[in-house]
Protein backbone atom coordinates (compact mmCIF):
# COMPACT_ATOMS: atom_id res chain seq x y z
CA UNK A 1 0.00 0.00 0.00
CA UNK A 2 1.88 3.12 -1.21
CA UNK A 3 1.51 6.19 1.62
CA UNK A 4 1.46 9.90 0.22
CA UNK A 5 3.61 11.87 2.48
CA UNK A 6 2.22 15.61 2.29
CA UNK A 7 4.38 17.80 3.71
CA UNK A 8 3.96 21.29 4.05
CA UNK A 9 6.99 22.94 2.27
CA UNK A 10 4.65 26.11 2.50
CA UNK A 11 4.91 26.85 6.10
CA UNK A 12 8.72 26.35 5.77
CA UNK A 13 9.69 28.96 3.28
CA UNK A 14 7.29 31.45 4.99
CA UNK A 15 4.62 33.93 3.79
CA UNK A 16 4.91 34.32 -0.13
CA UNK A 17 4.50 38.17 -0.49
CA UNK A 18 4.27 38.38 -4.42
CA UNK A 19 1.35 36.39 -5.59
CA UNK A 20 0.97 37.46 -8.87
CA UNK A 21 4.14 39.07 -10.55
CA UNK A 22 5.68 36.37 -12.33
CA UNK A 23 5.05 39.55 -15.68
CA UNK A 24 7.96 41.34 -14.19
CA UNK A 25 10.47 38.71 -14.03
CA UNK A 26 12.19 39.68 -17.79
CA UNK A 27 12.44 43.46 -16.67
CA UNK A 28 16.07 44.54 -14.85
CA UNK A 29 17.49 48.16 -14.15
CA UNK A 30 19.25 49.45 -17.05
CA UNK A 31 22.04 49.88 -14.92
CA UNK A 32 22.62 46.24 -14.34
CA UNK A 33 24.54 44.13 -16.96
CA UNK A 34 21.52 41.51 -17.96
CA UNK A 35 18.43 40.44 -16.19
CA UNK A 36 20.90 37.76 -14.31
CA UNK A 37 22.54 40.02 -12.60
CA UNK A 38 19.14 41.23 -11.15
CA UNK A 39 17.75 37.49 -10.42
CA UNK A 40 20.85 36.81 -8.57
CA UNK A 41 20.30 39.87 -6.41
CA UNK A 42 16.37 38.93 -5.84
CA UNK A 43 17.37 35.24 -5.03
CA UNK A 44 18.76 36.89 -1.39
CA UNK A 45 15.92 39.72 -1.70
CA UNK A 46 12.42 37.84 -2.47
CA UNK A 47 10.64 41.25 -1.84
CA UNK A 48 12.57 42.90 -4.96
CA UNK A 49 11.27 43.40 -8.27
CA UNK A 50 10.64 46.05 -11.15
CA UNK A 51 8.19 47.99 -11.52
CA UNK A 52 6.86 47.92 -14.97
CA UNK A 53 5.54 51.14 -15.41
CA UNK A 54 8.36 53.06 -14.23
CA UNK A 55 11.19 50.26 -14.99
CA UNK A 56 12.44 51.22 -11.40
CA UNK A 57 13.04 49.15 -8.85
CA UNK A 58 10.44 48.43 -6.09
CA UNK A 59 9.81 46.28 -3.29
CA UNK A 60 7.16 44.37 -3.14
CA UNK A 61 6.66 43.92 0.58
CA UNK A 62 6.19 47.64 1.49
CA UNK A 63 3.93 48.04 -1.45
CA UNK A 64 1.52 45.50 -0.50
CA UNK A 65 1.53 46.70 2.90
CA UNK A 66 1.25 50.43 1.51
CA UNK A 67 -2.00 49.26 -1.03
CA UNK A 68 -2.94 47.55 2.13
CA UNK A 69 -3.01 50.37 4.16
CA UNK A 70 -2.24 48.54 7.55
CA UNK A 71 0.88 50.82 7.65
CA UNK A 72 0.49 54.23 7.63
CA UNK A 73 3.15 56.51 9.14
CA UNK A 74 4.53 60.05 8.51
CA UNK A 75 8.30 60.30 8.11
CA UNK A 76 9.34 57.31 5.76
CA UNK A 77 9.52 59.69 2.90
CA UNK A 78 12.52 58.07 2.04
CA UNK A 79 11.61 54.42 1.01
CA UNK A 80 8.69 56.26 -0.54
CA UNK A 81 10.54 55.07 -4.01
CA UNK A 82 10.60 51.69 -3.18
CA UNK A 83 6.97 51.74 -2.78
CA UNK A 84 6.35 54.08 -5.89
CA UNK A 85 8.46 51.73 -7.45
CA UNK A 86 10.98 54.84 -8.89
CA UNK A 87 14.35 53.82 -7.66
CA UNK A 88 16.85 54.93 -9.94
CA UNK A 89 20.28 55.22 -9.46
CA UNK A 90 23.57 55.56 -11.94
CA UNK A 91 25.50 52.26 -11.62
CA UNK A 92 24.58 48.77 -10.71
CA UNK A 93 26.97 49.82 -7.46
CA UNK A 94 25.06 52.35 -6.20
CA UNK A 95 21.80 50.71 -6.64
CA UNK A 96 22.27 47.51 -4.58
CA UNK A 97 23.69 49.72 -1.88
CA UNK A 98 20.49 51.61 -2.19
CA UNK A 99 18.80 48.38 -2.29
CA UNK A 100 20.78 46.90 0.87
CA UNK A 101 19.71 50.46 3.13
CA UNK A 102 16.27 49.50 1.95
CA UNK A 103 16.28 45.85 3.54
CA UNK A 104 17.87 47.33 6.87
CA UNK A 105 15.36 50.04 6.84
CA UNK A 106 13.02 50.40 9.83
CA UNK A 107 9.97 50.84 7.97
CA UNK A 108 10.81 47.56 5.54
CA UNK A 109 11.61 45.48 8.98
CA UNK A 110 8.11 46.16 9.98
CA UNK A 111 6.38 45.76 6.51
CA UNK A 112 7.94 42.20 6.22
CA UNK A 113 6.84 41.83 9.90
CA UNK A 114 3.34 42.81 9.43
CA UNK A 115 2.55 40.65 6.22
CA UNK A 116 3.94 37.25 7.97
CA UNK A 117 1.85 38.28 10.71
CA UNK A 118 -1.06 38.90 8.18
CA UNK A 119 -0.24 35.61 6.15
CA UNK A 120 -0.53 33.64 9.54
CA UNK A 121 -3.84 35.35 10.68
CA UNK A 122 -5.16 34.11 7.13
CA UNK A 123 -4.45 30.27 7.59
ZN1 LIG B 1 10.55 47.08 1.58
Redesign the pocket.
Known sequence: MATIKLTSYNCLVGADVQPESSSTTTLYPKVCRNVDQFKAWQRSRH?LEMNPNTNGVQ?S??AEVKRLGIHNEPGQHN?SE?VEGTVKMKDAKTLLKKIDK??N?A??VK??TLLEIRSLLKQ
Open positions: WCVCEFHRSMHCV
